[in-house]
């Protein structure tokens, strides 16, 4: 699967931006889906994940917890990262992820449970 990652932007503190990846080569119907971010000179961060099957399986990380929000469109093989309230500790290259591996709950946040990335969307908040 291709996946391409767009909508970040320029916001001030407060503000709101909806990323969105839309995957090409295959559905996005199934395995497991994950947003990170990057900054400079840091690790991948993990942000959200999603699992496709088995119930409610949408996990975030605590930093975004209540502020941003998962959401998927299985017919247009697109899912979407509504972040609210954003803060300029948010201010980051935004990427989305994919495995067609349904991972266990635990293995949702690791960068290295996933083996499609997108091109990464810049997400710059001020103060």
């Known amino acids: 699967v291709q996946l391409q990652a767009f909508g970040g932007g320029l916001v001030q503190a407060g503000g709101s931006l909806r990323l969105s990846c839309a995957a090409s080569?295959?559905?996005?119907?199934?395995?497991?889906m994950g947003w990170f971010r990057q900054t400079p000179g840091k690790k991948r961060e993990f942000v959200a994940g999603?699992?496709?099957?088995?119930?409610?399986?949408?996990s975030y990380a605590d930093a975004v917890k209540g502020r941003f929000t998962f959401s998927r469109d299985n017919a247009k093989s697109t899912v979407y990262l509504q972040m609210n309230s954003l803060k300029p500790e948010d201010t980051a290259v935004h990427y989305c992820?994919?495995?067609?591996?349904?991972?266990?709950?635990?293995?949702?946040?690791?960068?290295?449970?996933?083996?499609?990335w997108g091109q990464g969307t810049q997400v710059t908040v001020s103060s």
């Open positions: 992820a994919h495995t067609p591996a349904r991972r266990v709950l635990s293995a949702i946040p690791t960068h290295t449970s996933y083996n499609a």
């Open positions: 080569g295959r559905s996005l119907r199934s395995g497991t």
């Open positions: 999603f699992r496709w099957g088995g119930g409610t399986s949408t």
